[in-house]
């Protein structure tokens, strides 16, 4: 029998097993983990998880796979090229999902992760750049200063992820990522 990804219980089974597989990442390494303590920690049957995943690792790189695809999907259905109402999606997004970031973003997260979120943020920040200036090509110094930017707002989302994103507030963050984005965009402009 065919299972149906898009079911209400198979994604609130998937999402349990990431919230688990999260909150043992942070107390030990993925090789340790077992099928037994994380299917205990989601009350999941064990032979549900052999549903959907052959091991730990592939849940892992699933869960990986997911949330770029979340967040691509976030940047392409967000209003057109309003920073605000983007980056509340994606800090919405990263709210709803608090202990998967802690993991993937946090001091015991996947620095090969990391950089997949780098580069993809950066090819989605350069194309909307690109889009606003209506270049048919980009400076390459637009490549080397966005990839600064785009790590910078990940290295504050990350000492946000520390403070368990209680201060600043998300609105204030929010803002915060806006002025920083306002003076980036001017020193984009004079690459041109």
């Known amino acids: 029998m ?30 340790q983990i077992t099928v037994r303590e994380l299917t205990e920690l989601a009350d999941i049957h064990r032979a549900t998880f052999y549903t959907h995943y052959q091991d730990i690792f592939e849940l892992y790189e699933k869960t990986e796979e997911a949330v770029l695809n979340e967040i691509v999907l976030i940047i392409e259905n967000s209003p057109k090229y309003n920073y605000k109402s983007l980056f509340t999606l994606l800090l919405d997004y990263v709210l709803d999902n608090k202990l998967l970031f802690q993991m993937l973003l ?19 920040y350069l194309k909307i750049s690109k889009h606003e200036s209506s270049l048919t090509a980009h400076p390459i110094e637009w490549e080397y200063l966005t990839s600064y930017h785009i ?36 020193i ?5």
């Open 2 to 31: 065919k299972i149906n990804s898009n079911d209400r219980r198979v994604r609130k089974t998937k999402k349990s097993l990431r919230e688990s597989l999260a909150q043992l990442l942070m107390e030990k390494e993925l090789h």
């Open 106 to 124: 946090g001091d015991t997260g996947n620095r090969r992760f990391q950089n997949k979120v780098c580069h993809l943020l950066e090819e989605q």
């Open 151 to 186: 790590q910078g707002c990940l290295t504050l989302l990350s000492k946000w992820l520390k403070e368990d994103y209680q201060n600043p507030s998300k609105d204030q963050f929010i803002n915060m990522i806006l002025r920083i984005d306002e003076i980036f965009d001017e």
């Open 188 to 192: 984009l402009d004079s690459y041109q």
